[in-house]
């Protein structure tokens, strides 16, 4: 009788693929973050341009404009492309968040099927030392039953 397969690296294991997991949500976020910030930036780069459409009409009314009210109007463009570049700076950031989560993801992935492989080595080396065992053990049966009977 061979005891059954243990493998002495299973704690290990369970952590590696606890980590790896962590490492899939995190890079979910990472990419819902993403997404959000270009959808942030695509309303941006709208109200910059909305904001440019305003002042052009402004600029080609017969009416003229007081100084404050056409400093008022640049004013409102400069703030709403600041906030276009600042939204750009933002995915930036997120891309690089992206890609960072992708080579935690990649590394956690990599470790964690490595004790996969390494414990599925030892179940088959396993099995096969217990298959010899076994053989080894009818073989025995297989002689003693042979000399008793021919005794």
């Given at each position: 009788m061979t005891p059954s397969f243990r493998f002495r690296l299973e704690?290990?294991?369970?952590?590696?693929?606890r980590k790896e997991k962590l490492a899939q949500r995190q890079l979910a976020d990472a990419l819902t973050r993403r997404s959000s910030s270009v959808s942030e930036l695509r309303s941006a780069e709208d109200r910059?341009?909305?904001a440019r459409a305003e002042q052009r009409s402004a600029a080609s009314q017969p009416q003229a404009l007081s100084g404050n009210e056409l400093l008022a109007r640049q004013a409102f463009l400069e703030r709403t492309?600041?906030?276009r570049t600042?939204?750009?700076?933002?995915l930036g950031q997120r891309e690089?968040?992206?890609a960072a989560r992708d080579a935690e993801l990649a590394t956690a992935?990599?470790?964690?099927e490595m004790l996969n492989r390494l414990r599925e080595r030892?179940?088959?080396?396993?099995?096969?030392?217990a298959a010899r065992h076994e053989s080894s053990v009818l073989d025995e049966i297989a002689?003693?039953?042979f000399t008793r009977s021919r005794a």
């Open positions: 704690r290990v294991r369970a952590v590696r693929e910059v341009e909305h492309e600041a906030q600042m939204r750009e700076r933002e690089a968040e992206v992935a990599t470790e964690h030892r179940r088959s080396e396993h099995e096969r030392e002689v003693t039953r």
